[in-house]
């Protein structure tokens, strides 16, 4: 059973462009969180999404950010018009059910640098 | 809202005890989670608590006080691998996880 995959590993973009990152959780895993990690920072929660459906978006910066988990095919956290100080680390993790106490599973994460 | 506080670093021998704390305010609350971070990897999980109490993984076990909305993380019999992020996390209403701006533990010999 694979894990948690992102892709890209590392993504450059200059300020202005877009910024597209993949997530597909584990096999059976409904759930899927965004994070950010700055470098020597922690995470930072950005988005909760279930099938088809954003149930936390409170993490989210309100412009330039959205993010979705469609019925077919991996989430996608997408930056419009990147800035410098979206440069970090984007973590994607799943967990199997609703449940409380649910471990997450993490991905590799994307390193987005912005020149 | 929720908001976690950690200490920001902490130094131990390798072969000794270390302790990680972390207190918590937070709405809602369904239990607390530690997790590791190696740098440059992602964060793996270590434990979860849910009810008062100590927890035990091998050399690993975490702590739960809800009344004084307090855990800690203790590792023993200290390793150089164990040279990493650790991170406590809430999980509140909604589902939502909430994570601590981590300690870094750096094991010396």
């Known amino acids: 059973n694979a894990g948690v995959m992102q892709n890209p590993r590392h993504l450059v973009r200059r300020r202005g462009q877009e910024a597209r990152l993949r997530c597909s959780p584990m096999k059976g895993h409904s759930h899927v969180y965004w994070y950010r990690q700055l470098p020597e920072e922690g995470l930072k929660f950005m988005v909760y999404l279930q099938k088809e459906n954003i149930i936390d978006e409170s993490g989210m910066p309100k412009e330039r950010f959205s993010a979705e988990f469609p019925k077919e095919g991996p989430s996608i956290l997408r930056i419009q018009q990147v800035v410098r100080g979206d440069s970090a680390a984007y973590f994607c993790a799943s967990s199997p059910t609703k449940g409380a106490g649910d471990e997450q599973f993490f991905g590799p994460g994307t390193r987005l640098t912005v020149l | ?109």
């Open chain 2, 1 to 109: 809202g929720q908001s976690l506080e950690q200490p920001s670093e902490v130094t131990a021998v390798e072969g000794a005890i270390v302790q990680i704390n972390c207190t918590y305010q937070t709405s809602g609350f369904y239990g607390l989670s530690w997790y590791q971070q190696h740098d440059g990897g992602a964060p793996t999980f270590l434990s979860y608590n849910a009810l008062d109490g100590l927890e035990e993984t091998g050399r690993f076990s975490s702590f739960l006080s809800r009344s004084d909305s307090y855990g800690y993380l203790l590792l023993q019999e200290l390793q150089m691998k164990d040279s990493a992020s650790y991170f406590c996390a809430v999980k509140g209403g909604y589902q939502k996880v909430t994570f601590g701006t981590g300690t870094k533990l750096q094991v010396i010999p």
